[in-house]
């Protein structure tokens, strides 16, 4: 009789071993799936960069500053890790801030067709990529909580499941409300 007990025991750990597992592999698969979307939307959204700041250079020549920022922090983030990229992904957003402020003093290009349409675009990008980054942070958190509440962290260490890193502001600045002067 103790025999039984001991193999159904057994049994009871391999098997909660085995769906503990699998749901950690399911969480990671889909926080990398978040990921990757996250990836298309981005990667959407520099290949609109240059377009943009075309159209701006034949306006703004002096600004060449802020063109060039824009243009070097886009081939940083598209070179980097996941980490990197996610910090890059800060930096580019506050270097658009910069763009549309130089775009402010010339009304001519506000005017033009090309650049409203590229501007439109970048402002759909930018919201799909903040529906993607919620839902990136989403399946992190689910992923992460089950490698780091007990027992499932007990499992998740045995096989050597590691927490993955949330999208987050990079900056102090990003983190204050705007002044909208009328």
């Given at each position: 009789m103790?025999?039984?007990?001991?193999?159904?025991?057994?049994?009871?750990v391999?098997?909660?071993?085995?769906?503990?597992y699998n749901?950690?592999?399911?969480?990671r698969n889909?926080?990398?799936?978040?990921?990757?979307?996250?990836?298309?939307?981005?990667k959407?959204?520099?290949d609109?960069?240059?377009?943009l700041?075309?159209?701006v250079?034949?306006?703004?020549?002096?600004?060449?500053?802020?063109?060039?920022?824009?243009?070097?922090?886009?081939?940083?983030?598209?070179?980097?890790?996941r980490?990197g990229?996610?910090?890059?992904?800060?930096e580019?957003?506050?270097?658009?801030?910069?763009?549309?402020?130089?775009?402010?003093?010339y009304?001519?290009?506000?005017?033009?067709?090309?650049?409203?349409?590229?501007?439109?675009?970048?402002?759909?990008?930018?919201?799909e990529?903040?529906?993607?980054?919620?839902?990136?942070?989403?399946?992190?958190?689910?992923?992460?909580?089950?490698?780091?509440?007990?027992p499932?962290?007990?499992?998740a260490?045995?096989?050597?499941?590691?927490?993955?890193p949330m999208?987050?502001v990079?900056?102090?600045?990003?983190?204050?409300?705007?002044?909208?002067s009328?």
């Amino acid at each position: 009789m103790t025999i039984y007990i001991g193999i159904g025991a057994l049994l009871i750990v391999l098997v909660t071993l085995l769906v503990v597992y699998n749901k950690l592999v399911s969480l990671r698969n889909k926080a990398n799936e978040a990921f990757s979307t996250m990836d298309v939307f981005l990667k959407k959204r520099f290949d609109l960069i240059p377009s943009l700041v075309e159209a701006v250079k034949g306006y703004a020549r002096h600004e060449a500053d802020v063109l060039q920022q824009v243009t070097r922090l886009r081939s940083q983030a598209a070179s980097g890790d996941r980490s990197g990229q996610l910090a890059g992904e800060s930096e580019i957003g506050q270097a658009l801030k910069s763009l549309f402020v130089v775009v402010e003093g010339y009304p001519e290009l506000k005017a033009s067709n090309s650049f409203l349409d590229l501007q439109q675009q970048l402002a759909k990008m930018e919201d799909e990529i903040s529906l993607s980054r919620r839902y990136y942070n989403g399946c992190v958190r689910e992923y992460n909580n089950h490698c780091q509440l007990f027992p499932l962290n007990l499992v998740a260490s045995l096989f050597g499941f590691k927490p993955m890193p949330m999208f987050m502001v990079g900056s102090e600045s990003e983190r204050q409300s705007v002044n909208v002067s009328l």
